[in-house]
């Protein structure tokens, strides 16, 4: 068996925006057995002739659970290595055409269910902007010496899940030190 672990992006990163319609995580599983974990917005790639396999995966997925299911001796690591094994590509005349093994098959069909019904996370889940700056203006956010790192280790400790990350926190720290400081130009510019 193989471990896929690999393949996902660290930690909160699997959530997708559930504001946006139209973004699906998905798995895929391209010719020569490569397998990736990717988003894609708008129109979701499907299968092309059996060719580039595409899995949905369940919205807002437990990160903790589909990365034990990827890991050697999980369930979807055992059908994936299934499918890749009883996968062929054949040339039929005008395009090559992609073709399952019996076995291949009925791992491809319980592939499909079991990241469909990976369970889902319960945290609160947040933009990095929406959790820090909430409804104030981003000038009266406390930073208080906070980094982004100590402030997701703050959501994390809260329970609160970031789906933008590190880099969307630290987007979002550094708008509410320009709000800080255009406030103290403005400020000062008074005093005057």
């Given at each position: 068996?193989?471990?896929?672990?690999?393949?996902?992006?660290?930690?909160?990163?699997?959530?997708?925006?559930?504001?946006?319609?139209?973004?699906?995580?998905?798995?895929?599983?391209?010719?020569?057995?490569?397998?990736?974990?990717?988003?894609?917005?708008?129109?979701?790639?499907?299968?092309?002739?059996?060719?580039?396999?595409?899995?949905?995966?369940?919205?807002?997925?437990?990160?903790?659970?589909?990365?034990?299911?990827?890991?050697?001796?999980?369930?979807?690591?055992?059908?994936?290595?299934?499918?890749?094994?009883?996968?062929?590509?054949?040339?039929?005349g005008?395009?090559?055409q992609g073709?399952?093994?019996?076995?291949?098959?009925?791992?491809?069909d319980e592939?499909?269910?079991?990241?469909?019904?990976?369970?889902?996370?319960?945290?609160?889940?947040?933009?990095a902007?929406?959790?820090?700056?909430?409804?104030?203006?981003?000038?009266?956010v406390?930073?208080?010496?906070?980094?982004?790192?100590?402030?997701?280790?703050?959501?994390?400790?809260?329970?609160?899940?970031?789906?933008?990350?590190?880099?969307?926190?630290e987007?979002?720290?550094a708008?509410?030190?320009?709000?800080?400081?255009?406030?103290?130009?403005?400020?000062?510019?008074?005093?005057?």
């Amino acid at each position: 068996m193989t471990d896929y672990t690999s393949i996902l992006p660290e930690g909160r990163q699997l959530q997708i925006d559930l504001s946006n319609p139209e973004e699906q995580m998905v798995l895929r599983i391209v010719e020569g057995g490569i397998v990736t974990v990717g988003f894609y917005y708008g129109t979701t790639v499907r299968e092309h002739y059996n060719l580039d396999l595409v899995y949905d995966i369940a919205h807002r997925a437990n990160a903790d659970d589909l990365r034990a299911e990827l890991a050697e001796g999980g369930e979807i690591s055992a059908l994936i290595d299934r499918v890749i094994a009883g996968h062929d590509s054949r040339w039929n005349g005008q395009r090559y055409q992609g073709t399952f093994s019996e076995d291949a098959q009925e791992a491809h069909d319980e592939l499909r269910i079991r990241l469909e019904s990976i369970p889902i996370s319960e945290k609160p889940v947040w933009k990095a902007a929406e959790w820090l700056i909430g409804t104030s203006h981003p000038a009266a956010v406390p930073l208080d010496g906070a980094t982004p790192e100590s402030l997701m280790a703050e959501a994390d400790r809260n329970g609160d899940l970031i789906i933008d990350g590190l880099p969307g926190m630290e987007a979002a720290v550094a708008e509410v030190k320009a709000a800080k400081d255009a406030r103290a130009a403005r400020v000062s510019a008074i005093r005057i």
